[in-house]
């Protein structure tokens, strides 16, 4: 009997603890001879494409491979390719200096210092634009701490998220100022939005009433993003 097979075969892994050894009980003994050529992720599903080159198979059906047993076959690094693609994806920035100043028109918070900045994103050191270079849906976290620096009477500031300079809806956050002594405050937000390469965010603050000196607090600015559907 002769049997035709695919040349190429999809098969769909639900992420979790056991995918990994999903995949490798689906590579049977010199089934699988080609190299992964396609890694993709679409929120909760990693889709791997073989080219695959059959020789003596066990078990192949035109949609899928079957394991023809329940053993586990040892992990062939030969076979993959990237798995770039199932990899969280993070930028984590903070202003360390602080001591930018508030005043009554919106200010750009600038980030000096980067705990991690991946693939698909852009920023230069000490500047507040942020680009996006990968076209996703991004889970973004700001907290923002602003406190009096000078006499001042009891003010209040307040902290939004612009994308390509126009205000983001959701991203507001007020922080109340008493005195010098005891005029430290915080606000934060967290939002996730759908952004297209090229896409430039920033976080800003502004003086919203009362005549204090408001500056941002050292080490107390910060942004993190992370790419939720690789």
């Not at 976290?141 to 126009?166: A, F, Q, W």
Request: hydrophobic share 35%.
């Amino acid at each position: 009997m002769t049997t035709t097979f695919m040349k190429l075969v999809s098969i769909d892994f639900l992420i979790g603890k056991g995918c990994w050894s999903r995949l490798l009980k689906y590579q049977l003994d010199n089934t699988i001879t080609g190299k992964i050529s396609t890694v993709t992720k679409n929120r909760d599903v990693v889709t791997i494409i073989w080219d695959i080159g059959l020789t003596s198979p066990e078990i192949a059906i035109q949609d899928g491979i079957i394991a023809a047993h329940d053993t586990i076959i040892p992990w062939q690094t030969a076979l993959l390719t990237s798995v770039d693609s199932v990899n969280d994806s993070y930028l984590s920035a903070f202003n360390a200096a602080g001591g930018i100043l508030i005043i009554t028109s919106w200010t750009d918070l600038t980030w000096d210092t980067q705990n991690r900045i991946d693939g698909d994103y852009s920023h230069t050191l000490g500047s507040a634009s942020i680009t996006i270079d990968t076209t996703a849906d991004y889970e973004i976290n700001v907290d923002v701490t602003n406190s009096p620096t000078g006499t001042t009477s009891r003010s209040e500031s307040e902290i939004r998220l612009v994308k390509n300079g126009v205000f983001v809806p959701g991203t507001k956050g007020l922080l109340y100022h008493r005195n010098t002594a005891q005029g430290g405050n915080s606000a934060s937000f967290k939002i996730v939005l759908s952004l297209v390469a090229t896409d430039i965010i920033k976080v800003q603050s502004i003086l919203r009433s009362g005549s204090g000196i408001i500056s941002t607090y050292p080490d107390g600015c910060r942004i993190t993003i992370r790419k939720i559907n690789n």
